[in-house]
């Protein structure tokens, strides 16, 4: 089942934070997030794994709660370049490599 | 890094016609390979998984007759839309992993077009 995230759309000022969530109705052995740009592939961003986990890179960071089958993404002091379209890709089973996406966060950041 | 290298980036083909398009690992061997379409401004549906060596993987809805997977080595797999339609004009993007719990890594894209 596809996982669904919230918010569909962000509008966000450079400097400014975002927090994107990714929810599953079933159990999660681990979330991927992305970014996509317009036109381009998917960037892979992080994995998180169960337990719990937290990690970041830059100013990205995102945590995964495992008991709420949840996962956040934290954007911190967002920079023009952060803008694209987030997806959370998630596996519930152990190291298929199957990913199942979400529908998508939209993240615009203007000047 | 990983890279994996998607041919072609776009096609534009008559209706009717067949269209392959290739995923390769470069730097990895991948024994399995997802496809995935993508239609504008809506998220990747995993369309099937590609085993080397095996029959691929079809999503439900996924017709395998008309999305011909092939996983022919560790680093090439390739789709083959047939008999297109413009119906199945989108934007196709495969993707590939190493060993163990390391990342997805997606080819460029090939954004098909039937006319």
């Known amino acids: 089942q596809q996982p669904v995230q919230s918010p569909q759309a962000v509008i966000l000022r450079e400097g400014e934070d975002a927090v994107i969530n990714c929810s599953s109705s079933k159990a999660l052995y681990s979330v991927h997030w992305y970014r996509q740009k317009h036109g381009e592939a998917p960037v892979f961003l992080m994995i998180l794994l169960k337990g719990g986990e937290q990690k970041g890179h830059d100013k990205i960071s995102a945590s995964f709660n495992e008991k709420k089958q949840q996962s956040s993404l934290y954007l911190t002091a967002s920079q023009l370049s952060y803008s694209g379209t987030y997806f959370c890709?998630?596996?519930?089973?152990?190291?298929?490599?199957?990913?199942?996406f979400g529908q998508g966060t939209t993240l615009q950041v203007k000047p | 890094g990983a890279v994996v290298s998607q041919h072609p980036s776009w096609v534009i083909c008559k209706s009717g016609t067949s269209v392959k398009i290739e995923c390769r690992s470069l730097?990895?061997?991948?024994?399995?390979m997802f496809w995935y379409r993508q239609f504008p401004k809506q998220s990747l549906m995993l369309m099937a998984t590609s085993n080397e060596g095996s029959k691929a993987t079809y999503e439900q809805g996924v017709e395998k007759d008309k999305f011909l997977i092939n996983h022919a080595s560790l680093t090439l797999s390739t789709l083959t839309v047939t008999s297109a339609h413009p119906e199945d004009s989108s934007f196709y993007i495969c993707s590939a992993r190493g060993q163990g719990l390391s990342p997805l890594h997606f080819g460029n894209g090939t954004r098909l077009t039937v006319t």
């Open positions: 890709g998630t596996a519930g089973s152990s190291n298929t490599g199957k990913l199942i």
């Open positions: 730097d990895f061997q991948a024994t399995t």
